[in-house]
């Protein structure tokens, strides 16, 4: 029972470290892509560069944890099917958690009048729990509590 307890627990430290990873590497791509909005069109265009930035980052990340961070775990069917829905889902779930994040940031920054780039942070910081349950039992059907 303890053998069994530890190896879940180091599957989970493994698995949420490589999720870290990879969302610490997706947010540095989402804020390059809307550095480069912003410089290619200016602050016109911020919502619609913001878009395209969360998508494109929230789509490598998926890929990334697809093929890297869950790899040898669960759901993975489906073929070109089955990648598209569970990238589906993930987008989902990063909605959810980016609606989170913007919640907490926009109460951060009103309520204490903290820069929002950092309340940003904090945000991203905040939904980062939502985000890697919900993605390892949504999407990919793992199950963090107990042995799959």
Known sequence: MADER???????????????????????????????????????????VNVVAVFTSVAVGFIFNEYWTVRNEGYHGGLITGLVWRLLKFEVVYAAGSALGIVVQLLIFHNFGLHPVLSNIIGALAA?????????????????????
């Open 128 to 148: 980062y729990p939502l985000n890697y349950f919900t993605s390892m039992l949504y999407v990919w059907k793992i199950k963090v509590w107990k042995n799959h």
């Open 6 to 48: 530890r190896r879940i627990i180091i599957a989970n430290a493994i698995r949420g470290s490589k999720f870290s990873l990879v969302s610490i590497f997706s947010f540095g791509i989402e804020e390059g892509v809307l550095a480069s909005g912003i410089f290619l069109f200016g602050t016109l265009y911020l919502i619609p």
